[in-house]
């Protein structure tokens, strides 16, 4: 009887356990993948970051001269941005691979990123960032991702029943 009323309580301090764990996830619980969520996280943070690194690593010489192309736009929220000319996307700095990696974390790692293919990946990023080789550096990104190469295992192991139909002895 002792025992039963002691794995009890167990039980309900495991739950607390469990709870304590979830307080500490976000909590505003937008579902995964909405178009808004991406917006929450790649909000300022984002584009005060790139600001910063645009600071960090200046144009060069040649970048400036070819000049057409880039060009500083002073930004909605009044901070100045270094963009392409017409599409508008902001310059990554081609050094800064931590930025880069930041990105990369915010449109595909992340949850509510949810790990998309090579394509979509691309697609996003394109969207909002440019720099120098920015497809071969995603590809190498995503060939190199442990979650992506495991669901491209796991999608090309022929397909097992979920259960097996019960057979009359
Ligand atoms: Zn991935």
Redesign the pocket.
């Known amino acids: 009887m002792k025992g039963k009323v002691n794995s009890a309580a167990d039980a309900l301090s495991r739950a607390d356990d469990m709870e304590k764990c979830k307080e500490r996830e976000p909590t505003i619980v937008i579902p995964a993948n909405s178009f808004l969520n991406r917006v929450l996280l790649d909000s300022n943070t984002t584009i005060t970051k790139i600001r910063e690194s645009q600071g960090r690593f200046p144009m060069t010489e040649k970048e400036d001269q070819e000049g057409g192309i880039y060009q500083k736009v002073i930004d909605l929220d009044g901070g100045a941005t270094v963009r392409r000319r017409k599409s508008n996307e902001a310059i990554i700095p081609s050094n800064d691979e931590e930025l880069k990696c930041y990105l990369m974390e915010i449109h595909?790692?992340h949850p509510t990123a949810g790990?998309p293919g090579r394509d979509e990946s691309l697609k996003i990023l394109k969207t909002h960032y440019y720099w120098p080789q920015m497809t071969k550096w995603i590809e190498q990104y995503?060939q190199g991702?442990?979650?992506?190469q495991e669901s491209k295992i796991l999608t090309h192991r022929p397909k097992t029943p979920l259960y097996k139909i019960p057979v009359p002895e």
């Open positions: 595909h790692d790990h995503i991702c442990a979650t992506c």
